[in-house]
T-cell receptor, first 112, second 109 residues
Framework: KNEVEQSPQNLTAQEGEFITINCSYS?????LHWLQQHPGGGIVSLFM???GKKKHGRLIATINIQEKHSSLHITASHPRDSAVYIC??????????????FGKGTHLIIQP | DSGVTQTPKHLITATGQRVTLRCSPR?????VYWYQQSLDQGLQFLIQ???????AKGNILERFSAQQFPDLHSELNLSSLELGDSALYFC????????FGSGTRLTVV
């Protein structure tokens, strides 16, 4: 079982719809990241969260540490939001490997 | 621009061959983290070096090895390549994804 589970795996929606992508993790973490990857392959860091909520433009990310769950929301979705969204966690210091552990990603397609 | 440089951007090679991927960390950073992104496994942490020393190991195959040189650049060596090694290989110089390089796309044919 992957330590980081994302849902849904695939999501197709119409332009303007409100989008929610979920991420659950099973380990103690020091930080959770939301990443965006377009077909060209480059990875863009959207948010880093350790508690609460962050907003940037039409994107909102929340985290509930007690429930080990995070959500990424996109309001007024647009075709340019079409990408793969990846949740990644960094374990607490001393928890082993210092690198990130990733969810398998959510393939989002926004149709005009 | 993350400040992390990866070369080459693309690599096509045959099964059984050996390749070397190169990564230069952002100025001032002492670490290099290597990641593999394949279609079936997604993104996985492979290995971390800090100031020339191996710091942490993830899901790195025995056919793969890495090193970090005194000038802090790192090389990831992949040998006895198999079709399943085809993937995007990223490096980063901190645990924060903002320092991901642009990746090397390896295709094994």
């Amino acid at each position: 079982k992957n330590e980081v589970e994302q849902s849904p795996q695939n999501l197709t929606a119409q332009e303007g719809e409100f989008i929610t992508i979920n991420c659950s993790y099973s380990v103690g973490i020091s930080a959770l990241h939301w990443l965006q990857q377009h077909p060209g392959g480059g990875i863009v860091s959207l948010f880093m969260l350790s508690s609460g909520k962050k907003k940037h433009g039409r994107l909102i990310a929340t985290i509930n540490i007690q429930e080990k769950h995070s959500s990424l929301h996109i309001t007024a979705s647009h075709p340019r939001d079409s990408a793969v969204y990846i949740c990644a966690v960094r374990s607490r210091p001393g928890g082993g490997a210092d690198g990130l552990t990733f969810g398998k990603g959510t393939h989002l397609i926004i149709q005009p | 621009d993350s400040g992390v440089t990866q070369t080459p951007k693309h690599l096509i090679t045959a099964t059984g061959q050996r390749v070397t991927l190169r990564c230069s960390p952002r100025s001032g950073d002492l670490s290099v983290y290597w990641y593999q992104q394949s279609l079936d496994q997604g993104l996985q942490f492979l290995i971390q070096y800090y100031n020339g020393e191996e710091r942490a190991k993830g899901n790195i195959l025995e056919r793969f090895s890495a090193q970090q040189f005194p000038d802090l650049h790192s090389e990831l060596n992949l040998s006895s390549l198999e079709l399943g090694d085809s993937a995007l290989y990223f490096c980063a110089s901190t645990p924060h994804p903002s320092t991901f390089g642009s990746g090397t796309r390896l295709t094994v044919v």
